[in-house]
Nanobody
């Protein structure tokens, strides 16, 4: 069955770094665009970064530009989010998302991983 399993979250001090991973299975990973979202209690889920399925075109939210980088390894069916210079406002649950749009649309979500930024 389809699975997206995030890992790499945890507690980090302001200014620190974390690398999130999302391991995919059960679908043809290379044909899906991948995204990272985040959410804090009482707020809408926010798109943080995206990477296309083909040539790895990437895009990140203005709030994380210059600090976060998204990448993918199609051989390992994994997407990454490298987060540097973390700030308290980056604390959230981070979710991995896979999406393919075409004749039929498919979308899958991971269970989320908590990132806490605190001294």
């Amino acid at each position: 069955q389809v699975q997206l399993v995030e890992s790499g979250g945890g507690l980090v001090q302001p200014g620190g770094s974390l690398r999130l991973s999302c391991a995919a299975s059960g679908f043809t990973f290379s044909t899906y665009a991948m995204r990272w979202y985040r959410q804090t209690p009482g707020k809408e889920r926010e798109l943080v970064a995206a990477i296309a399925s083909g040539p790895s075109i990437t895009n990140v939210a203005d709030s994380v530009k210059g600090r976060f980088t998204i990448s993918r390894d199609n051989a390992r069916n994994t997407v990454y989010l490298q987060m540097n210079s973390l700030r308290p406002e980056d604390a959230a649950v981070y979710y991995c998302n896979a999406r393919r749009v075409g004749l039929y649309n498919y979308e899958y979500w991971g269970q989320g991983t908590q990132v806490t930024v605190s001294s």
